[in-house]
């Protein structure tokens, strides 16, 4: 408060003195130059210039109970298992102290994002009665040297300080996005400010102590392992590296349960479905989904989110929001049948795997074939991705049993394809059996890469051929439609032992 009265007194003093000067005609300009610059120096040495790195002060004291448990977090049971372990050390200090166990410094959470970083971080704050100090790594880049180095220490005081205030033994500072000041040293262009950062929060880490009056652990999260600078991971750092990856199915269900708990969900659905749709999200995209969804109820004036609300969030999600631009009827009885052909094939070599089929266009996409997985895979054989490649070439060739030719529209569906391909390849699955694409001749690669897709362009073309007549059938409803789900679709191709007959 005192050093306020005085700030205030320098501050009316500076502006008396100007005024008296400019009174009496003294030219002012070299001294507004000089205030200026001893200003500005000033404020930069006490850390308030540039991207407010105050905020973090504030989310620290915003943030100092954390009411976030691990019961809010869905799946990540390994995570957690882990994470739990290494803050037993915080919360069993005494025995930690008796059998002379070196404290717990750093954890380091890697992973995509949305996948629920920050949660652990805050969860953890919460399970060890700690405060929680968050900042991201973009917050302490600051093209003036030394900025960075002093904004990490102002986070470890803040930590203590917050920690005395509120009477906890223990905080724990959550870095997001470390690698941005975490990088391998000498690899940024101004790497000086960067490395003096890094160093700061080495000195700062290697400073932790036992028997400290405050108790910090520093958690960071990055998705990027393999920028970070190794003398960040070495022992008696971030010595704990939690890996925290995108949900299988039963953490998705528990994290669609979480999100849903306090929205009125219809009678008829079923989460587990949903669960089994959205193979590949996040906790971040899976939470989007529900949200979405009671949007989409809101908007139609309905009291409770059903299926369709769902399903059409999941698409949202997926691709973007619908777009008002409408292709003319001649395109959109293209992309209808050129998603038809994607479906035919996918409900031809897996059964049941269609979910929907739209000719809406979102984001960059036209139209949409949207497949449902029942199990979570990791191994692939060979059928798998001749399958894989079949199903997507289908919609081209649909289109070229259809108009003689395919469009544009298909090259995305090339690039998954020659992707799976190569990926064929590269597993020693092809005829040339293992291989090491460095000894190889560059032709002899794509040659077999052609061989591959054209042997399935023939395949698909034979199973699209003898179905024809149906193609244009549905494609005349899916039009009407706009949307139709896996459902319809089977039900529509009437016969599920037809379609694996032909296979
Ligand atoms: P990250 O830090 O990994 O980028 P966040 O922890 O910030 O991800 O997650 C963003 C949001 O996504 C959370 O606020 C939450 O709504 C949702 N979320 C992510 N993962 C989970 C999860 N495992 N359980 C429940 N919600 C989750």
Request: aromatic share 6%.
């Amino acid at each position: 408060m005192k050093k306020d009265y005085y700030q205030a007194g320098l501050i009316g003093l500076g502006m008396g003195l100007v005024v008296f000067l400019g009174w009496n005609q003294v030219n002012l300009i070299p001294f507004l130059l000089i205030i200026g610059v001893v200003a500005g120096l000033y404020f930069l040495s006490q850390g308030k210039v540039g991207r407010g790195f105050e905020t973090v002060g504030n989310v620290a004291s915003v943030n100092c109970e954390s009411n976030i448990s691990f019961n809010d977090i869905g799946g990540q049971e390994v995570a957690k298992r882990e994470l739990l372990e290494a803050l037993d050390f915080l919360r069993l200090e005494e025995k930690i102290r008796q059998l002379g166990i070196r404290p717990l410094k750093g954890i380091l959470l890697t992973g995509p994002p949305g996948t629920g970083k920050t949660l652990l971080a805050k969860a953890a704050s919460q399970y060890t009665n700690s405060v929680f100090v968050a900042a991201s790594g973009a917050e302490f880049v600051e093209m003036y040297a030394g900025v960075g180095a002093q904004r990490v220490r102002q986070l470890f005081s803040k930590a203590r300080q917050l920690a005395k205030k509120v009477g906890k033994k223990s905080g724990i500072i959550f870095i997001d996005e470390i690698e941005v000041i975490a990088g391998k040293r000498g690899s940024h262009t101004s790497h000086l400010e960067y490395d003096q950062t890094l160093n700061q929060l080495l000195t700062e880490m290697d400073g932790l102590k036992p028997r400290q009056e405050c108790q910090v652990v520093v958690i960071a999260a990055t998705n990027r392992l393999d920028m970070l600078d190794p003398a960040l991971i070495r022992p008696g750092r971030f010595d704990r590296q939690v890996k925290v990856d995108l949900p299988d199915r039963e953490g998705r269900l528990r994290i669609l349960e979480i999100h849903a708990q306090a929205k009125p969900l219809a009678a008829e659905v079923n989460l587990e479905e949903v669960a089994q749709d959205t193979y590949g999200f996040s906790g971040a995209h899976l939470e989007s989904v529900v949200n979405e969804a009671a949007i989409l109820a809101f908007r139609q004036e309905e009291l409770e989110i059903r299926t369709t609300h769902l399903r059409e969030a999941i698409d949202k999600v997926l691709l973007g929001e619908k777009l008002d631009r409408r292709p003319a009827a001649e395109e959109l009885r293209r992309v209808a049948i050129h998603e038809i052909g994607h479906g035919l094939m996918s409900e031809i070599l897996r059964p049941e795997s269609v979910a929907s089929l739209t000719v809406i266009p979102r984001g960059k996409a036209l139209g949409f074939m949207r497949q449902t997985q029942k199990e979570e895979q990791y191994l692939y054989t060979a059928a798998y991705l001749q399958d894989q490649i079949a199903i997507c070439l289908g919609g081209a060739v649909a289109e070229k049993a259809v108009y003689g030719h395919w469009s544009t529209g298909a090259a995305n569906d090339f690039e998954q394809a020659t992707d799976q391909a190569k990926q064929l390849i590269e597993a020693g699955l092809s005829r040339l059996g293992i291989i090491s694409k460095d000894y190889m001749e560059k032709g002899k690669f794509q040659e077999v890469m052609t061989e591959i897709l054209e042997e399935q362009l023939q395949r698909v073309g034979k199973i699209i051929a003898e179905r024809q007549g149906l193609v244009l059938r549905v494609c005349e409803e899916l039009q009407k439609r706009e949307t139709v789900s896996g459902e319809w679709f089977r039900g529509e191709f009437g016969r599920k032992e037809e379609i694996s007959k032909i296979n």
